[in-house]
T-cell receptor, first 118, second 114 residues
Framework: GAVVSQHPSWVICKSGTSVKIECRSL??????MFWYRQFPKKSLMLMAT?????????EQGVEKDKFLINHASLTLSTLTVTSAHPEDSSFYIC??????????????FGPGTRLTVL | GENVEQHPSTLSVQEGDSAVIKCTYS??????FPWYKQELGKRPQLIID?????GEKKDQRIAVTLNKTAKHFSLHITETQPEDSAVYFC?????????????FGKGTRLHILP
């Protein structure tokens, strides 16, 4: 199957700093990527849809100035958590649907990034 | 937008018995329903999916059924094994395009008892 990577896998930062998380599709191009947030023992909550070459689409209640998304190329989307606070500590996972003629394509998930804000 | 409800939140079954997880969705336009298995600290892995033009799909011990009229879909795991213990998420894609949003249910923690 297709491979999606994330970097870093785990980051610990001080409150007030910004953290950038990268999501890469390694063997396919992704015009769209999704960013999810997952709290311990909870479901995946969609934060935003990252669109290559255009602005991201944020879900209701997600602060776009807090969670900056950039999709600069067909294989890379970045999520920057600005001025991080302890309540931003979470597991962030990206996913990307594969390209191809078939429309019912699977979404492949990255391994996730665990963010801990002290 | 789409809303996916999943039940139960926790399920314990004896090894060898069957497990059933049920989901409902709200948007009749949704036409793709994947199921994911997530082990602790790992990424969700697709285990089976079903399209809206199919009522049932089976892959070895795993089967999924879909009732479009009632907007229900279910995951069935037969002859459960210890390695089936994990969190399972149902999901629904809001539209027909591969880059339409996928909305997840809250998850079911499945425990396989020895």
């Amino acid at each position: 199957g297709a491979v999606v990577s994330q970097h870093p896998s785990w980051v610990i930062c001080k409150s007030g700093t910004s953290v950038k998380i990268e999501c890469r599709s390694l063997d396919f191009q992704a015009t769209t990527m999704f960013w999810y947030r997952q709290f311990p023992k909870k479901s995946l909550m969609l934060m935003a849809t990252s669109n290559e070459g255009s602005k991201a689409t944020y879900e209701q209640g997600v602060e776009k100035d807090k969670f900056l998304i950039n999709h600069a190329s067909l294989t890379l989307s970045t999520l920057t958590v600005t001025s991080a606070h302890p309540e931003d500590s979470s597991f962030y996972i990206c996913s990307a649907p594969t390209s191809g003629r078939e429309i019912y394509n699977e979404q492949f998930f990255g391994p996730g990034t665990r963010l801990t804000v002290l | 937008g789409e809303n996916v409800e999943q039940h139960p939140s926790t399920l314990s079954v004896q090894e060898g018995d069957s497990a059933v997880i049920k989901c409902t969705y709200s948007d009749s336009a949704s036409n793709y329903f994947p199921w994911y298995k997530q082990e602790l600290g790992k990424r969700p892995q697709l285990i089976i999916d079903i399209r809206s033009n199919v009522g049932e799909k089976k892959d070895q011990r795993i089967a999924v059924t879909l009732n479009k009229t009632a907007k229900h879909f279910s995951l069935h795991i037969t002859e459960t094994q210890p390695e089936d213990s994990a969190v399972y998420f149902c999901a629904a894609r809001e539209g027909p395009a591969r880059d339409d949003k996928i909305i997840f249910g809250k998850g079911t923690r499945l425990h396989i008892l020895p």
